[in-house]
C-alpha cells in the first residue's frame, strides 16, 4: 500500500474510536497492521511522521497516554493552521 | 505589576531554613507570572485549598511526554498562572553541572517562563514551573539546540536516574551515572513517546545503601552489589577503636547474619554468610572493602501505594555483570516491556501484572531461571501447579 | 533576548538529543579520579572529604536548599561555584547543593558564601538531610495540603538537627501532598501524607460531558464507584470509598477536596538502604491533623515530639524504623503519648500480615 493511502487510512480509524475508546500507540499499530496487511513497522513509521507533523498527537489523561486527531486549538498554537 | 498582601506567606519567610517563598518573591520582582502564583497562593494559605485545574494537553510536536499542562482555575483573577506548565529539562547523569552550561538554562527560562524552577523533580529531571502554551515550541527549539533536551511523562519512560556512583563514592560497585546516560540515550525514543500501559522508572544506585530510594520508587530497580570477601585492614580497625568507637556494639553486634567478631584485636569476617548488607562498611569505609567480581542485582516492580498498595522492588536477576554497552541488561529490559505490554490494563504497574499474573510466568516469560536469592522463604501452602514440562521429568 | 519566531524555531530544533554527557560536567579532580576513591570523612553535617587512591582531595560543602529556585538564587548559587569551585556544582537527590573544591582553605569561605545567600550548610551523617516534598497548592490539582509550607514549618522546628545535633542514625524525612505520593514517601524515617476525608462529590452534569465512564470505574483501587445510567453518570458506594482521589484524577467533575476535612497523617519507619534489616516500609502514626496554615504548628509539634522520643530511647546506628521494631510498636505509642485508635489496624491489600499472632506483648 502506498505510503499516503495508509496515512488515510490510520486517520480514518483514529477517527472512527473518538470518543469511543482512547487509543494507545499499539492499538493503532496492531489494528491496523491486521486490517491492511502491512507490518506493524510499517504502520509505526507512518504514524510517527503523521504524529511528528501535528496530523496526529499524543494525549494524556487520568496517567495514560492515548494518540489522537489534534484538536483546532493546538494546531493553531502549533503554527499548522492560520 | 499588581501588588498582593501576603499576610499569610509572609509567616513562611520567618525562620532559619531556607524560604520557599522568598523564593517566589523573588522571581516575582520582574515576572507577572511569578507575582500572580505568589497571589494565588496566598489565596490557597487562606482558603485551604489549591486552585489548579487538571492536566491537559500541551506539549511540543512529536513528543508525547515532557511538558505536564497546568491551568489555574481563578483565570481571570490571577491571569499570570492562567497557563502555569511545567518543563521538564533531563538532567545530566549524577546532576553535576558546569556552571556556564546551567546559566544558559537559566537565561532561557527567563526569557520564556516565570523564572521559577525545581532543583530537582521527584523523578530526577530539572522542573521548570510555570510556562504558557505558546512559549513551549521557541522554548523547545532554542534548548534543544543548545544540547538539551525534554524528559519523560505520561505511560512512558521516565528520565532515568541515579546516585553519585563511581563520580564520588567509594562504595560504587557500577558506574551508576554511565548505566544512566546510556539507558536514557538509548531509549529516548521511549522517553519522549509515550507507548506503554502506564510509566516505568529506571533508577541505577551503586550499592545497597541506595542513595536514590531506587528500591522503593523504581519499577526497575539496577543495585550495585560484589561477589568477593570483606577485606579487612586490620590497622585502621584498631585505629577506629582507639577513636572510640564499640566495634563489639556497633559493627558486630549489628551485623544482619552474625557474621562477624571481634576479639578486641582482630576484626573476622565469616564472608560466605555475609548478606552484603553494606552496614559494617558504611560505618568503617576505610579498613573495609567489597573485593572480587562486581555487578548489579537487578530488581522489579516499586512503587507508591495508588492503586493497591506500595511496593518495593523483587529481587529477580540476583547478579548481573554491568560493561558497557550493558547489552545483557538491555535485553533483558526489552523482554520485560514486551511481557507488561501484552499482559497489562491501562495504568497497571509492571509490579502490579506481576501479582496478578504470578512471579513464574513473568519470570518464564524473560527467561530467568528460579533461584533462592529471589525469595525471603518458599511458599507455606501446598497449593501449587505443574505444568506439563514439570511433570514430563526434566527434574 | 527576544523569543524565536516560529519559522526560527523550527529551523532550530532537535529531537531525541538527550541530556549532555556527565563528563562535560564533572570538575577535574572527580574526571581523573574517577572509580578511584578510597575512602571519605564526614567533618561536620556539612563538610567532608573524599580521598582517592592517588592521593588526590576533594571537600563538598552540602547546603539546604528549598527546592523551589529562583534563577536569581540559583545564578547566585553558580557565582559562588565560579569564586571557589572553578565552574561546578552538583545537587543531590534530596534537593541539596553541594560545592566541591580541591583547596581545603576554600571549605569556610564557601560555607560562609552559601549562608550569607540563605542556604546553610549541613544533612551529611547522622542526623536530618533535607525534606523531599512535592508539589502542593503551588502546582498542582489533587494536593490535600501544601507541601513547600509545611516543609519550611517543620524545617525551621528541627533545625539543628540539620545543621550541628546528631541523631542516633541518619533520618529521612518526606512530604507528599497526596495519595499518589510523588516523592514516594511510602519509605521514610518519618513522612508527612495529606489526605482527604470525605467521599467526593459528583457533579452528574460535567460528568456527562467531560469523563470517560469505564476509565473512572476503572480508576477506584476499592471498586466504590459504579455506573449510574438514569444520570449517563456515575455513583459512588461510601462504605467502600477511601477517599484516595483516583478518581478526581481521572474525572475533574468527581470533587475531592473539603478544605474543613482536608488534612495530614504522619507515618514513620521506613528506610530505603539494606544495610541491617533491609528496607521498610513507613507505617501510620498519627491518622490524622487538621490542615493549620501557615504554619502548621499541630503537624509540627508532632513530628518534634516523635523525633525527640526517637533520638532519646534508640541505640547508635539505629534507624527510626529499626528502634521501633525493637522497642514495639505498643512502646512506641506508650512513649511517644501517640493515641492508637481504628484507623492504625490495617483493613487494605496486605492487613493479615499486620495483626499480631504471638501471645508476646509488652505493656
Ligand atoms: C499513580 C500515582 C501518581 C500520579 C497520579 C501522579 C500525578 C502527578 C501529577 C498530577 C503531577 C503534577 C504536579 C504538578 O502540577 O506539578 C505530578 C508531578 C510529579 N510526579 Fe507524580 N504522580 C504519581 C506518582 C508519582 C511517583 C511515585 C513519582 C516518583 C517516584 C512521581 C514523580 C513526579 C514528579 C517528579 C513530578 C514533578 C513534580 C515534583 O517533583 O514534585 N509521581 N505527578
Ligand atoms: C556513613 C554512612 C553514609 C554515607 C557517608 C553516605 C553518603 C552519602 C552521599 C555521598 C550521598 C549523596 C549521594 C547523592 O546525592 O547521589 C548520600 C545520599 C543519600 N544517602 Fe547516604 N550515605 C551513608 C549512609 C546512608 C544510609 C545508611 C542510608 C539509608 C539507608 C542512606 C541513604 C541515602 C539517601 C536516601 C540519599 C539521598 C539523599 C541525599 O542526597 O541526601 N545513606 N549518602
Ligand atoms: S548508593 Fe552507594 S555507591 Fe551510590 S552514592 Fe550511595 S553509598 Fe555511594
Ligand atoms: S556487609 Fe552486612 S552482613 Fe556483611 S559483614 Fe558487614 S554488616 Fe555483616
Ligand atoms: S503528591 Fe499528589 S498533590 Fe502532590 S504533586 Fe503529586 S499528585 Fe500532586
Ligand atoms: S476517592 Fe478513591 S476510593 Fe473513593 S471513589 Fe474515588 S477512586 Fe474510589
Redesign the interface.
Known amino acids: 500500500m502506498e505510503k499516503d493511502e495508509l496515512k488515510d487510512k490510520i486517520f480514518e480509524f483514529v477517527q472512527a474510536a473518538k470518543g469511543k475508546k482512547k487509543l494507545k500507540e499499539k492499538d493503532i499499530i496492531k489494528g491496523m497492521a491486521e486490517k491492511t496487511g502491512e507490518t506493524p513497522d510499517n504502520v509505526k513509521k507512518a504514524m510517527r511522521e503523521m504524529i511528528d507533523i501535528g496530523r496526529l498527537m499524543y494525549s494524556y489523561g487520568g496517567g495514560s497516554s492515548s494518540v489522537e486527531i489534534p484538536s483546532e486549538e493546538y494546531l493553531r498554537e502549533k503554527g499548522l493552521i492560520k | 505589576m499588581k501588588k498582593y498582601e501576603t499576610p499569610?506567606?509572609n509567616?513562611?519567610e520567618?525562620?532559619?531554613?531556607?524560604?520557599?517563598?522568598?523564593?517566589?518573591k523573588?522571581?516575582a520582582k520582574t515576572s507577572e507570572m511569578?507575582n500572580d502564583?505568589v497571589g494565588q497562593?496566598e489565596k490557597?494559605?487562606r482558603?485551604?485549598?489549591?486552585?489548579?485545574?487538571?492536566?491537559g494537553?500541551v506539549?511540543?510536536?512529536?513528543?508525547?511526554?515532557g511538558v505536564i499542562?497546568?491551568y489555574s482555575s481563578l483565570p481571570n483573577e490571577f491571569p499570570g498562572v492562567a497557563h502555569?506548565h511545567?518543563v521538564r529539562?533531563?538532567?545530566?547523569?549524577?546532576?553535576?553541572?558546569?556552571?556556564?552550561?546551567?546559566?544558559t538554562i537559566?537565561?532561557?527560562?527567563?526569557?520564556?517562563g516565570s523564572?521559577?524552577?525545581?532543583?530537582?523533580g521527584?523523578t530526577?529531571d530539572m522542573v521548570l514551573?510555570g510556562c504558557r502554551?505558546?512559549?513551549l515550541?521557541?522554548l523547545?527549539?532554542?534548548v534543544?539546540?543548545r544540547?538539551?533536551?525534554l524528559g519523560g511523562?505520561?505511560?512512558?519512560l521516565r528520565t532515568p536516574?541515579c546516585?553519585?556512583g563511581?563520580?564520588?563514592?567509594?562504595w560504587?560497585n557500577i558506574?551508576a551515572?554511565?548505566i544512566c546516560?546510556d539507558l536514557?540515550?538509548t531509549y529516548?525514543?521511549y522517553?519522549?513517546?509515550?507507548?506503554?500501559?502506564?510509566?516505568f522508572k529506571f533508577k541505577i544506585a551503586g550499592c545497597?545503601?541506595?542513595?536514590?530510594?531506587?528500591?522503593?520508587?523504581a519499577d526497575c530497580s539496577i543495585?550495585g552489589t560484589w561477589k568477593g570477601n570483606i577485606a579487612v585492614d586490620q590497622d585502621v580497625v584498631k585505629d577506629y577503636a582507639k577513636a572510640g568507637m564499640n566495634i563489639n556494639?556497633?559493627i558486630v553486634g549489628?551485623?544482619?547474619t552474625g557474621c562477624m567478631s571481634y576479639d578486641g584485636k582482630t576484626l573476622t569476617i565469616d564472608d560466605e554468610n555475609c548478606s552484603?548488607?553494606?552496614?559494617c562498611i558504611?560505618?568503617m569505609?576505610?579498613a573495609l572493602r567489597p573485593t572480587g567480581e562486581r555487578g548489579a542485582s537487578i530488581l522489579i516492580g516499586s512503587k507508591?501505594?495508588?492503586?493497591?498498595?506500595?511496593l518495593?522492588s523483587w529481587v529477580i536477576v540476583p547478579f548481573m555483570k554491568m560493561e558497557p554497552p550493558y547489552t545483557e541488561l538491555k535485553e533483558l529490559a526489552e523482554k520485560i516491556w514486551e511481557w507488561w505490554?501484552d499482559n497489562a490494563?491501562?495504568?497497571e504497574r509492571i509490579g502490579e501484572v506481576i501479582e496478578l499474573k504470578g512471579m513464574r510466568s513473568f519470570l518464564e516469560a524473560i527467561g530467568v531461571p528460579p533461584q533462592p536469592q529471589q525469595v525471603l522463604a518458599p511458599r507455606k501452602d501446598p497449593f501449587f501447579f505443574w505444568k506439563d514440562e514439570d511433570l514430563n521429568g526434566k527434574k | 533576548m527576544a523569543w524565536l519566531t516560529e519559522q526560527e524555531a523550527k529551523a532550530k530544533r532537535k529531537t531525541d538529543i538527550g541530556p549532555p554527557h556527565y563528563s562535560k560536567m564533572l570538575p577535574p579532580v572527580i574526571s581523573k579520579n574517577y572509580g578511584k576513591w578510597k575512602y571519605h570523612e564526614v567533618f561536620t553535617p556539612g563538610t567532608m572529604v573524599h580521598v582517592a587512591e592517588s592521593g588526590d582531595k576533594v571537600y563538598t560543602v552540602r547546603v539546604a536548599s528549598p527546592r523551589i529556585l529562583a534563577t536569581e538564587s540559583i545564578r547566585a548559587m553558580l557565582d559562588i561555584a565560579d569564586k571557589y569551585c572553578d565552574g561546578y556544582i552538583r545537587w543531590t537527590t534530596r534537593n541539596n547543593v553541594e560545592f566541591m573544591t580541591t583547596r581545603e582553605e576554600n571549605v569556610p569561605l564557601i560555607k560562609k558564601a552559601a549562608e550569607d545567600a540563605g542556604y546553610p550548610a549541613g544533612g551529611i551523617g547522622s542526623g536530618l538531610s533535607n525534606m523531599v516534598h512535592t508539589q502542593g497548592w503551588v502546582h498542582c490539582h489533587s494536593a490535600a495540603a501544601d507541601a513547600s509550607g509545611l516543609v519550611k514549618a517543620i524545617m525551621d522546628e528541627v533545625y539543628p538537627y540539620f545543621t550541628e545535633k546528631k541523631l542516633p542514625a541518619k533520618t529521612r524525612l518526606a512530604l507528599a501532598c497526596c495519595v499518589n505520593m510523588c516523592g514516594a514517601v511510602h519509605c521514610s524515617d518519618l513522612a508527612v501524607v495529606a489526605i482527604h476525608r470525605k467521599v467526593p462529590e459528583i457533579n452528574h452534569d460535567l460528568v456527562k460531558n467531560m469523563c470517560e465512564i469505564p476509565t473512572t470505574i476503572g480508576a477506584c483501587p476499592t471498586r466504590a464507584i459504579s455506573p449510574d445510567p438514569a444520570k449517563k453518570s456515575v455513583k459512588i458506594n461510601p462504605d467502600k470509598c477511601m477517599y484516595c482521589g483516583n478518581c478526581f484524577t481521572v474525572c475533574p467533575p468527581i470533587d475531592i477536596h473539603r478544605p474543613e476535612e482536608d488534612g495530614v497523617a504522619i507515618v514513620v519507619g521506613g528506610k530505603v538502604g539494606s544495610l541491617r534489616k533491609g528496607p521498610m516500609f513507613s507505617k501510620l502514626a498519627i491518622p490524622y491533623i487538621k490542615n493549620n496554615p501557615p504554619r502548621w504548628p499541630e503537624v509540627v509539634s508532632a513530628v518534634k515530639n516523635i523525633l525527640e522520643t526517637y533520638a532519646n530511647d534508640a541505640r547508635k546506628h539505629e534507624r527510626i524504623g529499626e528502634w521501633i521494631d525493637r522497642i514495639g510498636w505498643e512502646s512506641f505509642f506508650k512513649k511517644t503519648g501517640i493515641e492508637f485508635t481504628y484507623q492504625h489496624i490495617d483493613d487494605f491489600t496486605f492487613a493479615r500480615d499486620t495483626f499480631r499472632t504471638s501471645a508476646a506483648f509488652k505493656w
Open positions: 499569610l506567606l509567616e513562611l520567618k525562620g532559619p531554613w531556607p524560604s520557599f517563598v522568598k523564593e517566589l523573588k522571581a511569578a502564583e497562593l490557597s494559605f482558603d485551604k485549598r489549591g486552585y489548579w485545574k487538571h492536566g494537553i506539549g511540543v510536536l512529536g513528543y508525547g511526554g499542562g497546568r502555569f511545567t529539562i533531563n538532567q545530566p547523569s549524577g546532576m553535576f553541572y558546569k556552571t556556564d552550561s546551567l546559566r537559566l537565561d532561557l527560562w527567563d526569557e520564556y523564572g521559577l524552577t525545581n532543583m530537582h521527584s530526577g514551573l502554551t505558546e512559549a515550541e521557541p523547545f527549539a532554542e534543544t539546540s544540547g538539551w533536551d511523562s505520561g505511560s512512558a536516574a546516585c553519585v563511581k563520580a564520588r563514592c567509594e560504587a558506574d551515572m554511565d546516560n536514557t540515550q529516548q525514543d522517553v519522549h513517546r509515550p507507548a506503554w500501559p502506564y510509566k545497597a545503601v541506595d542513595c536514590v530510594a531506587s528500591i522503593a520508587r543495585i556494639a556497633e549489628m551485623c544482619p552484603r548488607c553494606m552496614h558504611s560505618k569505609t576505610k507508591a501505594p495508588i492503586v493497591v498498595g506500595s518495593l505490554d490494563k491501562p495504568r
